[in-house]
């Protein structure tokens, strides 16, 4: 049976080459935290995600520190076992990334996003967001239920699909709860 160019891609992704990805690194680094890409990096990831090449979707790509939360150091007032100074971050990275997304785009709703890279600092995504507002978006059946009011804030309020993964609610298995 005949593989199309998707299944190349993802083939593709499975084993990255170092060099050129950490090549690309190099560059993102001194680039901007959130940019504003031409066309997504991994093009499988994105369709299968609800990407659409037609306008009113964009793609950003979002640079994360990596490593745990550090609050300042308490001098007084506290027994040595409450003086630590990490704090554990309830949510993941990418989910993370796609609120910074939506705080940068405020006329966007994010959609999805998937990561692309990392390296010892930082984590790398990238994140598709949709213009709620453009008549494209509200005339095309498949994708104008982000348009609805009740769709507001979707990465702000866990419902996105990394959001929801952090918050429990796609265990499988017997870890399941009803």
């Known amino acids: 049976m005949a593989k199309g ?23 993102w680094r001194r680039s ?40 300042p150091v308490i001098n007084h007032g506290r027994r040595s076992k409450r003086k630590t100074n990490f704090k554990i971050l309830k949510m993941n990275y990418q989910h993370v990334a796609e609120q910074r997304a939506a705080r940068r785009y405020l006329n966007m709703e994010v959609l ?31 994708i104008k239920w982000i348009c609805d009011p009740a769709n507001r804030g979707r990465a702000f309020r866990g419902l996105t699909s990394s959001a929801k993964k952090s918050r429990g609610l796609r265990a499988r298995g017997r870890n399941r709860q009803f």
């Open 32 to 71: 901007d935290a959130i940019v504003k890409v031409e066309r997504p990096l991994r093009l499988d990831r994105a369709r299968a995600l609800g990407y659409r090449a037609k306008p009113g979707f964009i793609v950003v790509r979002v640079r994360l520190m990596r490593g745990g939360r550090r609050s």
């Open 112 to 142: 999805n996003s998937y990561w692309i890279g990392q390296d010892g600092i930082y984590g790398f995504y990238e994140v598709i967001l949709v213009d709620r507002d453009h008549p494209q978006i509200r005339s095309d059946p498949k």
């Open 5 to 27: 160019l998707n299944s190349y891609i993802r083939d593709a992704w499975k084993k990255p080459d170092s060099a050129l990805l950490r090549q690309r690194m190099v560059e």
